[in-house]
């Protein structure tokens, strides 16, 4: 994958696929039940597609031209793995849904396909090192991140299939994806590179980011740090501003309590619990017969250590 409209479709790809996955499924029995499991695995088809289709072009357009770039052919095939698992995923969800069901598969089943698909893009960035001093490696390491946020979250699903955090995880995973995606398009194809470096192109697939001097590697790598945490930041504070306006739109509800004496209506017989004070020597003994007249009995002792009644009815 090379150039700013690859990069630019697969940010905004992520970025989608992240805001379905953090749609709740509803249990409810209706048409629009399965809506977020379509739009999930719909997405995800397309951008997958999108991937291989974009392998395919460059390994041709390599091979067409007889480049002399011994990994001009070889770069568009390691990426063809991920692609093809994440392909695989997206259309067995697709083929599982109701009411065709053709290809019926468990949820964990499909979970387990996602833990692979991001397992292989792990490695497949991992090993992405064609220049030791290239700036992308940077950004590709930094972009190991999300992803293992992405494989340790599918986990989680895995194991808690019913449980709402792990999915909302992968659903930030996913976002961090889709922002660095974009991050990298305009700092690799655009004049918002470093200053200072240029990228060098051998085939479409195999690019490098070179810099003039030894300070403007170290800058470069520095501000590639930088934008990594700026997006982690606006990561965070929009999903604590999400879940704000969703925290203050629920309903509270602040009469949870009954009085006193309807506590002790609910019993069938008589009920006594005891009231420590922080005086000494100090304790009321409340009484209550549990009739419908609400008879309530308090024992206090005063100040020469009589028991007094006190009786409301």
Known sequence: MSGLLPFFVAGLGFLFISAVESIPFSSAPSRSRYLPLRLRYTSSLTLSSLFLLSSLLSLSLSLSTHSHDPLGASLPLSSLAASSFFLLYS???????????????????????????????????????KDLDGIENRYF????VPILLCILSTLLIISFPTSLVPRLARAAGLALQGTWFLQMAFSFFTSAISHGCDIHHKSRANYTIKCKTHEDYHRARAIATLQFNCHLALLIVTATVIYGLLARNKPSNHNGYRPLNKELQMGTGISTFTLDSDEEDTEIVVESNGHESGHVALHAPDQNGTVEKISRD
């Open 91 to 129: 259309l067995s969800g697709l083929l599982s849904l109701p009411p065709l069901s053709l290809l019926p598969l468990p949820s964990s089943f499909l979970d387990l396909l996602a833990f692979f698909s991001f397992s292989l893009q792990f490695i497949f960035f991992y090993l992405r090192r």
């Open 141 to 144: 390491d930094l972009l190991l």
